[in-house]
Nanobody, 119 residues
Framework: QVQLVESGGGDVQAGGSLRLSCTTS????????MGWYRQALGKQRELVAV???????NYEDSVKGRFTISRDNAKNTVYLQMNSLKPEDTAVYYC?????????????WGQGTLVTVSS
């Protein structure tokens, strides 16, 4: 069984920074894609940033230039550095992984970590 655990969320004032981490557990054979999604109150979950095993990244337009996704392939860990935070970044942030592990494959989600940005 593979599990993802997010950490690093919290309360911050507008303009501040936070760094989210997502660690994995279980027997993982390969990870094709890791990413961060977020869901604000009353809204649908949306993509924030993803990164491939080769390091190619993709960002949602509103976070470009402010957020940076990175991963440590040796540790199967993904990070999200969030700078210049805005109140509209307030949401529960979820880690996502797509790959192959024992005893299955597909997609797995973390439980989420809350980020609250006050003005």
């Amino acid at each position: 069984q593979v599990q993802l655990v997010e950490s690093g969320g919290g309360d911050v004032q507008a303009g501040g920074s936070l760094r989210l981490s997502c660690t994995t557990s279980g027997t993982i054979f390969s990870i094709n894609l890791m990413g961060w999604y977020r869901q604000a109150l009353g809204k649908q979950r949306e993509l924030v940033a993803v990164i491939t095993s080769g390091g190619t990244t993709n960002y949602e337009d509103s976070v470009k230039g402010r957020f940076t996704i990175s991963r440590d392939n040796a540790k199967n860990t993904v990070y999200l550095q969030m700078n210049s935070l805005k109140p509209e970044d307030t949401a529960v942030y979820y880690c996502n992984m797509r790959g192959y592990w024992y005893p299955g494959s597909g997609e797995v989600w973390g439980q989420g970590t809350l980020v609250t940005v006050s003005s």
